[in-house]
């Protein structure tokens, strides 16, 4: 069965990085987009961007651009996604989901990771 | 950017009653429109994709509707593992927006 495992939580500083990966399993990596969605305390989701895994092209949402990167490691079938310049208002759950559609439809996501809960405080 | 709306924020509703939920958006994004339904701790599960296609494994009481701006989510008879927080999203433009969500709870 498709599974996305995150990794754990994080505490960084103000003006840190912090990097998430999401190692999939039970389909073949290169064959479905990944997603990454983040969601504050207590608020709604935010989508941050897309990776195709196949071609290795991004799309990011604006309020992220130059903060953010996503990337993959095809052999070992993991996402990744580095939030730099961090600010207490990046403090929240981020998730990794699966394209539904295959390569098709980015943004539309059918599986997702468990979520990692970034904290960011002096 | 495409911006996603929700209506009502808070939905009461009694176990076996109808509810209906509706998500707008400021341009058309044809029948790209998905349903996700989040439960507390939890990541979010996609209930409706394409507008009114149920993804697999979702039970017949839920049933999406519209295209172009306007879209429905109707849950025929609510039940207890139904309230949650109810999230539209478009995937026709990038970036792919969420509406704010509506909470579904017990009257």
């Known amino acids: 069965q498709v599974q996305l495992v995150q990794s754990g939580a994080e505490v960084k500083k103000p003006g840190a990085s912090v990097k998430v990966s999401c190692k999939a399993s039970g389909y073949t990596f290169t064959s479905y987009n990944i997603n990454w969605v983040r969601q504050a305390t207590g608020r709604g989701l935010e989508w941050m961007g897309w990776?195709?895994?196949?071609?290795?092209?991004?799309g990011y949402a604006q309020k992220f651009q130059g903060r953010v990167t996503m990337t993959t490691n095809t052999s070992i079938s993991t996402a990744y996604l580095e939030l730099s310049s961090l600010r207490s208002e990046d403090t929240a759950v981020y998730y990794c989901?699966?394209?539904?559609?295959?390569?098709?439809?980015?943004?539309?996501?059918?599986?997702w990771g468990q979520g990692t809960l970034v904290t960011v405080s002096s | 950017e495409i911006v996603v709306t929700q209506s009502p924020a808070t939905l009461s509703v009694s176990p076996g009653e109808r509810a209906t939920l509706s998500c707008r958006a400021t341009q058309s994004v044809s029948s790209n429109l998905a349903w996700y339904q989040q439960k507390p701790g939890q990541a979010p599960r996609l209930l409706i994709f394409g507008a009114s296609t149920r993804a697999t494994g979702i039970p017949a009481r839920f049933s999406g509707s519209g295209s172009g701006t306007e879209f429905t989510l109707t849950i025929s008879s609510l039940q207890s593992e139904d309230f949650a927080v109810y999230y539209c999203q478009q995937y026709e433009n990038w970036p792919f927006t969420f509406g704010p969500g509506t909470k579904v709870d017990i009257k």
């Open positions: 990776m195709n895994p196949n071609s290795g092209n991004t």
């Open positions: 989901a699966r394209g539904l559609l295959g390569l098709r439809r980015a943004g539309l996501v059918g599986y």
